[in-house]
């Protein structure tokens, strides 16, 4: 049942698309940061105290917006694996296989869900509704309900319904093996789709998330008025304020284009494209002017990425161009992802190849952050706030930069959370899935006679 060593091994072993690898431990190590954040600031007083206006000037906060929107990376690779899978195995999706696809992704997360599970147990936390988690539909229940150990279980939750979905929309716009027009088509309609649906629902009056976030602290925003009396009983902390914000400003956004399948599904589909674009890519090594158009782009969205850590005043932010820009960020940065990734994982003929992207990417020191980046950001928000609010007074903004806070807590809870995932990685996931590859494995011989 157990193979120690070879599944210690295992973590150290590169796959086939390597780059991924570094992609998916940036964005992970980045949604971490940004969580520690978010804790850190709940200790000091909101908008417009000093030490808060002192937070707006940190790299912290100056970071927090791209850090948020790596998040794209994790869906994007999701479509893009699946839809590879899909147009690889495709006897896999028809409808005998199609329940065993399910049941086989919804045993790759349990695991995770299980180990969160137990933290929370063992540190103690007002549980929220478990169900909603366990079955995959947190997204679609009310933040009110939620417990701060389980906020990152909400993209689980999505991505576990566009696995679902997927695999449909593939099957209704494959036109064929050999020639994908049609299937790009599809696609980049269903992309606008998603961008115009954003447009349609987005109120800037009610749904400017800017200005929320910049006034006051996301656990304020977010979390119930019994966590927050729960933490400070727990543990003896001084928050920076006393009540949370009810009704939630940033409800109303959340729920229509954050947590919701119209709002995100867009990531997904650029993901598939990638795929297609992929495949492709093999057949066809001649690009007009490839060259200059790789660089060309590779400086815009470099410049994207910078922009994106510029501080500005939100209230002054015109309310038409916060509607398209509220609209479309995410999937432009989605693009910028998948043509990164494109350019190190393509054909070394190719002309948007690049050698150094796929280097860096590719790099021994992400593989293992990499394998286990799933166990991370399950358990890394409980680990978070139980480093900094039991050591509320070494945490403490007031005496210390947050930004060295930050990077402080942000090893803490990296060293915390590998050696976490490490144990359990070895001991109960790896085992899992021997045991139900062989138990699913049985179940389609037995069918299949």
Request: charged fraction near 5%; avoid cysteine; charge should be negative.
């Given at each position: 049942m157990w193979q120690l060593k070879e599944d210690m091994y295992s973590l150290f072993q590169s796959e086939r698309y390597a780059p991924i690898n570094g992609m998916r431990s940036i964005s992970c190590l980045a949604i971490v940061s940004l969580h520690i954040g978010c804790v850190l600031n709940s200790l000091i007083p909101p908008y417009p105290h000093i030490q808060w206006m002192a937070y707006l000037n940190s790299y912290t906060y100056r970071l927090s917006f791209l850090a948020a929107l790596l998040l794209e990376t994790f869906f994007m690779l999701s479509g893009f694996l699946l839809t590879l899978k899909f147009i690889q195995h495709q006897d896999s999706f028809s409808l005998k296989g199609y329940p065993l696809y399910i049941m086989k992704r919804a045993c790759r997360y349990w695991p995770g869900i299980l180990l969160i599970t137990m933290l929370m147990l063992i540190l103690g936390e007002p549980e929220g509704n478990w169900t909603t988690f366990w079955l995959f539909y947190q997204n679609f229940v009310d933040m009110k309900q939620w417990s701060w150990g389980f906020a990152a279980l909400w993209s689980i939750s999505l991505d576990m319904q566009m696995h679902i979905i997927l695999p449909i929309i593939l099957h209704i716009v494959i036109s064929s093996k050999s020639n994908y027009q049609r299937t790009y088509l599809a696609l980049y309609i269903l992309v606008i789709l998603s961008i115009v649906y954003s447009m349609l629902v987005f109120n800037p009056k009610t749904m400017n998330l800017l200005v929320h976030v910049y006034h006051n602290n996301a656990l304020a925003l977010a979390m119930p008025q019994l966590f927050i009396?729960?933490?400070?009983v727990e543990y003896n902390v001084t928050l920076g304020f006393e009540k949370v914000i009810d009704p939630s400003p940033v409800k109303p956004y959340m729920e229509v284009l954050y947590f919701s399948i119209p709002g995100r599904y867009s990531s997904f589909i650029i993901g598939s494209i990638l795929a297609f674009t992929l495949i492709s890519a093999k057949n066809n090594t001649m690009i007009r002017y490839g060259k200059i158009k790789k660089y060309?782009?590779?400086?815009?969205?470099?410049?994207?990425?910078?922009?994106?850590?510029?501080?500005s005043e939100p209230d002054t932010v015109n309310s038409v161009v916060l509607t398209i820009m509220f609209s479309i960020i995410r999937q432009i940065f989605a693009i910028s992802l998948a043509f990164i990734l494109f350019s190190a994982i393509c054909p070394c003929t190719h002309p948007y190849y690049s050698p150094w992207i796929r280097l860096f990417l590719s790099h021994p020191i992400w593989t293992p952050i990499a394998k286990l980046s799933y166990l991370i950001y399950v358990i890394h928000c409980r680990i978070v706030f139980e480093w900094i609010m039991t050591h509320?007074?070494?945490?403490?903004?007031?005496?210390?930069?947050?930004d060295i806070l930050t990077i402080v807590c942000f090893l803490l809870v990296l060293i915390s959370c590998l050696i976490i995932s490490v144990i359990w990685f070895i001991f109960v996931e790896k085992p899992f899935q021997r045991l139900i590859n062989k138990q699913l494995s049985s179940y389609e011989k037995f069918h299949a006679i």
């Open positions: 009396d729960w933490v400070t060309t782009y590779l400086t815009f969205i470099f410049l994207f990425m910078i922009l994106l850590t510029m501080p509320s007074h070494i945490f403490n903004p007031t005496y210390y930069s947050m």
